[in-house]
Every structure is written in C-alpha cells, then in structure tokens.
C-alpha cells in the first residue's frame, strides 16, 4: 500500500477468524473468516466510510481495531504504534484517543444510568475531572455539543428518542476528547428526518473538534455523503477503496457496480439500468475458491476461481482486487 | 389520472378512523384517511414511524389487537364489501385467499416448528379445494415461482434453515399462493439487504403483472417508492398530507413536510455539503399540537396553523394536499 505520511490510522493485513467449536473436547472444525487480510490508512481529520452488506464483516473490522475483539493476524498502527502488541492497560490508555458509537441506541446505554452517569462515565474511568463540580460542567457542555440541554441531565435512557438517545451516546464518546471515533452503523435505525439531523451533527463536530471518523454502514448513499473516501467490503475482503467521486463516478470492480445499481434513486423519472446480482452472499465459513465474488460475478473469468485477485492501485489513489481489470 | 379511474375499483377507504384506547388516553393512530387503490396498480404508504401506516394495513386485515384498537369510524370497501363490518369468521375467508400481507421480518412472520412447506400447503388446503398431494405440488410451483432453487428439496426446510432473502422469498410464496387480487407488503424489504432488495423488487414487479394483482407497499424508503409505486399517499400523525402519482409527488412535491422529508435523505446521484433537515421531532400521539399537527416542525406555519387543519384539498389535477400555504413552499424550494 502507498505511505500515507499523516495517517492517523493504518491496517496492514488485519484477519479475524472466528473458531467454530464442536464435538466433547470443543475441538476446532472449522473457522468463520468474517475479515480476511485487510490493509486500509486513515488520514487524520478524514472521515473513511465502510461499507457492504450484511456479515461481510464491517462491523467485526471496528471492533478489532478497538480490541473488543482479538485480532487473529495483521497490524493496527494507531499514531505509529502497533496497538494489537498493547498490554491491557496500554489499551485501555488507547481507547481516550480511539472511540466508538453504536448502531442501536436503545440497546447501548444502560438504562439504569442517568444521562449524566452514562456521559460521566468516561470522564471518572480516565479520572480527567478532579470533582463532582467539575464533571457537572462537563457534562452540561458535553450535552450542549451535541444539541441536548441541561433539564436532560437527570433523566434516564428510556425518556429519550431514537435520535435523541444516539446523541447521548455521541456525547458519551466524545467525553474523552478522542482523535478517532468508530461509528458502527450510528444512523441506520433512525427515521430519515433524524438521520439527516445526526449526519449532519457528526460533520459538525468532526470540524470543530478535527475528529478521524471510520463510519461503518450498510447505506451507500449515507457514506458517500459523509465520507471522504469509500471502501467496499464483500465476505471478508476490501474490494475496492476510493473517493467518493471515483466510488460514484468511475467504480471498477464488478460488485461495487452491482451495488450501486441496487440502490433505488428517490426520481420516478430516472430509468436506470439495473444489475441484479444472482444468488446470496456466501457463507464466509466455506468462502469460494479465488475470488469470493466469482459465483455471482458477471464478469467472471477462469482465472477467477482459482486465484485470489491482488489488492492493487489503478489510477489516483484507487485501489481495486479484482482480475478482470487486468485483461 | 382519468384512465386509472376507469378501471376497476379494487379497495377504497372512507373517512377511516382506528383509535387505540389506552390508560393514558386515547391515541388517534388513524384519524380519517381515504385511498383508492385500483386492480393492477401499486399504492405506496409513507411516512415515519408511529404516522399510522402500518395500522391503516393492519385495519384493512382486521388484524388489530382488540382491545385497545378499534375502527371507530369509516369504510374499508374491498370490490364494494364493506371490510370493516365483516365478522370474524368472514374475515378468515379473504384473508390469504382475496387478500395476502407479507411483513418486514420473515423470521418473526414464519411458524419455526413446521417447514415452509407445510406452511405453504395449509392455506392452499383452507381456500382451495385440493387433495394434500395436489397442495404440495402447489406449493413446490410457488416456490419455483418466487426463484428459489431445487424447490423439491428446499419446501422441506425449516424457515431458519434458508436466508434472509430466501425466507422473504417463501414468505411472498405463501402470500401469492392463493392469487390474491389484493397484496399488502409492509416494509418488505426493509430488513435485507440491497442486492436482495432489488431481486425481491423485481420478484414483485414481475408478479403483478403476471397475476394483475393490486400491491400497497407500506414503505418508510422513498428510493422505494419511486421505483415501483404508480400512486403514493404519505403519512403524518395518523393523517394523508399529501396524495398524488408517483411522478406529481417526486417532481413537484407540495406539502412541506414531503418536501422536506426528500431534502433530508442523502443521494448517490447528487452531491451536497449539508443536508437539509426536518426541525424537531415527530409530536406524541397522545398529545398531538391543535390545528395543522405538523406546525410544529413546518418552516412556513403561521397563526392559521396554529389554530386550524387545512381539508385534503386538490390543488391541480390528481394532486391532493393537507396545507394552507402551499403556494408558499415554492418560494422556500427557489431559497434552497
């Protein structure tokens, strides 16, 4: 992959292999490849949007870059050190600098907590307020960042809306004063109206506060809009991995273009032409053979099912792995 | 518009009104809606959550968990019957037979202890008048139908032994095997992925036009809707604030809140620095604002909807909208 001089985060052949356990001795029959020998850098004050369908293993990706899940292989350089090498309390000191939000707002904060508790938390975790006083300030400006007033700092998860509750945990995050936050899927169980009013917070605060974003979700119109540049994911593999221009304007692998396709445009009048992909995604237990997309690639060549397609550059910082390109 | 009136009249709502009484009051989920949907035409159902969308289908069903719901007003005419006056037992014949509903989650709408197969069998054996071994002949054709391959071996499974697309394909088996002249498919896409979306997308469309059946897509996706539906009613707090086809709707939309709802979805053919955004939140049911109930979250209300709530009004030809100043959008649409 091409240095990156200020990237702020770089994965270098990430694997996470999940073991599927069976039998009386729990012996090891076979593993779920959710992510599988994935390389991607961050620049800092970029916003990298990750997207694919569901189990393609997006969501596993955030959670070892954090460490909530072990890594099986690979590199997570976080400010030029290797993170996966920290000890536990090295990792703990980490996760000030590197934060995440969640997809579910109502399963994400504890219900018996407060919203001062909940945002409180952190603060008393990385002992960065000397007394109550001080925390109260905190988080009275912690709430009025992210749009909430101070008559909700005594109330609790369940008083609050979807969107406001997302906004609790966005304040949660941001507590520590993180350099990058990993947003799992933050607007997908959100009515449209308030998606638009938390994209548009998240951009918000990425200027003021010149926050990292990894965003992680399933809606290509979401991420296009708020990322900078665009990596596509499919069984476990980056795909392809470009600006968002390119991703729109000029996508090159097979899957990306299908993907695309899929998505209805909210325009009647608009007669586009569709690439319906056949069959399911693979089980990533028994991926295929060479390139995983070959069973249902349009494209698809001999040299597809047996070898696994390089990740290479094609043209300005856009990176594709697919064999058909190479004709 | 005209030559759609000319055709058959297959479901049209009067005036329906579905309360549910609870303890903390009464919470009017539908307050007076009218469609019309004719045979082979799409009808698309929109809004956000808790608008009353999926109350309006389940009312048609009569499905409604009574007590607290009831239809305390209104006519839900089905061919010229009146569904709403139906007992029960009336009810259960039309049900799967003249008209079928699919749901947004397959896993929670499919028996898990009985294949799909057997699910399948059992309503062609309550509608039609077949042995058991004609029924699973049947069902093997639904499921060819849909695009499930090798049939024969799949109406064995179980519904956790498919996918997600796969189960919604079983699923619209199930709703289609009785040729229903009237589907109601609420959020059937919502739960899958894209890729599947568009193949159960084109799964429907092909099938209408195949079996001349009339679909109402209750859907919260307007890429949705653009896409498949001929007319489109979108909802807010239990009321239709705007009614038109789908190009009058997506072309020139008239009722702020329309308008605005389009504003605030990000698209893959534009590119803008910020999103417009609808101010507040949906209001409670329970204590929803006097007069016009979006004038809480409208860019344009005034002392007049404050106070009162504008009539469904036809404002050009087929293009119906609940809103006193819509004439006033249009200068917000030049600003923006």
Request: charge should be neutral.
């Amino acid at each position: 992959m091409a240095v990156e001089s200020n990237a702020l985060l770089r994965v270098n052949n990430l694997k996470k292999y999940f073991p599927i356990k069976a039998g009386l001795f729990r012996k090891t029959v076979a593993q779920v490849k959710a992510v599988d020998d994935i390389s991607f850098y961050i620049n800092e004050g970029e916003t990298l949007g990750l997207v694919g369908e569901s189990g393609c293993g997006k969501s596993t990706t955030g959670a070892t870059i954090l460490q909530l899940e072990k890594a099986t292989a690979g590199e997570v350089i976080f400010q030029g050190k290797d993170v996966l090498s920290f000890s536990k309390k090295e990792i703990r000191g980490m996760r000030r600098d590197m934060q995440i939000i969640f997809q579910d707002p109502y399963a994400s904060l504890n219900p018996r907590m407060t919203v001062t508790e909940i945002v409180g938390e952190p603060l008393d975790i990385h002992k960065l307020v000397r007394n109550k006083q001080e925390k109260k300030e905190r988080v009275k400006q912690l709430l009025g960042s992210v749009g909430l007033s101070t008559e909700h700092m005594h109330r609790y998860p369940h008083e609050f809306s979807g969107g406001q509750r997302q906004r609790i945990g966005i304040a949660r995050a941001l507590a520590v004063e993180p350099k990058l936050i990993i947003a799992d899927e933050p607007v997908s169980a959100l009515d449209v109206s308030i998606q638009a009013q938390v994209i548009n917070l998240l951009q918000e605060l990425q200027q003021e506060y010149g926050l990292t974003y990894l965003f992680i979700a399933h809606d290509l119109s979401v991420v296009k809009h708020i990322s900078d540049r665009v990596a596509v994911m499919y069984l476990g593999k980056i795909v392809e991995m470009t600006s968002k221009v390119d991703i729109y304007d000029n996508p090159l692998h097979p899957y990306t273009q299908s993907l695309l396709s899929a998505i209805p445009i909210p325009d009647p009048t608009i007669n586009k032409e569709r690439i319906v992909l056949e069959g399911d995604v693979p089980s990533p237990i028994n991926p295929p053979s060479g390139c995983r997309f070959h069973p249902r690639c349009p494209h698809v060549m001999e040299i597809c099912r047996g070898e696994d397609p390089e990740f290479k550059v094609y043209g300005d910082n856009h990176y594709v792995a697919c064999h058909f390109l190479d004709r | 518009m005209r030559i759609l009136d000319e055709r058959e009249k297959l479901l049209e709502i009067r005036n329906l009104k579905t309360y549910f009484y609870t303890e903390e009051g009464v919470l009017k989920a539908v307050d007076g809606v009218d469609l019309l949907l004719h045979s082979g035409e799409t009808l698309g159902l929109v809004g956000e959550s808790g608008c009353g969308k999926s109350v309006t289908s389940m009312s048609i069903m009569r499905l409604l968990p009574s007590p607290p719901g009831k239809i305390v007003d209104g006519k839900i005419l089905f061919k010229g019957r009146d569904l709403a006056q139906l007992s029960q037992k009336e009810m259960r014949k039309l049900r799967g037979n003249d008209i079928s509903m699919i749901f947004q989650e397959p896993m929670t709408s499919l028996n898990p202890v009985f294949t799909i197969g057997n699910q399948i069998s059992e309503a062609i054996l309550l509608h039609k008048d077949v042995t058991k071994r004609e029924a699973r002949r049947q069902s093997i054709e639904m499921l060819k139908k849909v695009g499930i391959p090798s049939p024969e071996k799949r109406i064995d499974d179980y519904p956790h032994q498919l996918s997600g697309g796969m189960r919604q394909r079983a699923m619209i088996a199930l709703a289609l095997s009785c040729d229903p002249q009237l589907l109601i498919a609420d959020e059937p896409t919502t739960a899958l992925d894209v890729t599947i979306q568009a193949q159960i997308l084109e799964l429907m469309n092909d099938l209408k036009k195949s079996y001349n059946m009339s679909i109402m897509l209750i859907t919260h996706d307007l890429g949705v809707v653009a896409e498949t539906c001929d007319t489109v009613a979108v909802m807010y707090a239990g009321k239709i604030v705007e009614y038109t086809d789908a190009k009058g709707l997506f072309g020139n939309p008239s009722h702020p809140y329309t308008w605005g709802l389009m504003n605030s979805i990000p698209r893959l053919d534009q590119n803008i620095e910020k999103l417009h955004t609808i101010a507040g939140v949906v209001p409670n049911p329970l204590d929803f604002p006097e007069g016009c109930k979006y004038n809480t979250r409208c860019p344009i209300a005034d002392d007049k909807c404050l106070q009162q709530e504008a009539e469904l009004q036809e404002i050009r030809k087929g293009h119906k909208v609940r809103c006193w100043h819509y004439e006033r959008l249009e200068q917000l649409k030049k600003v923006h």
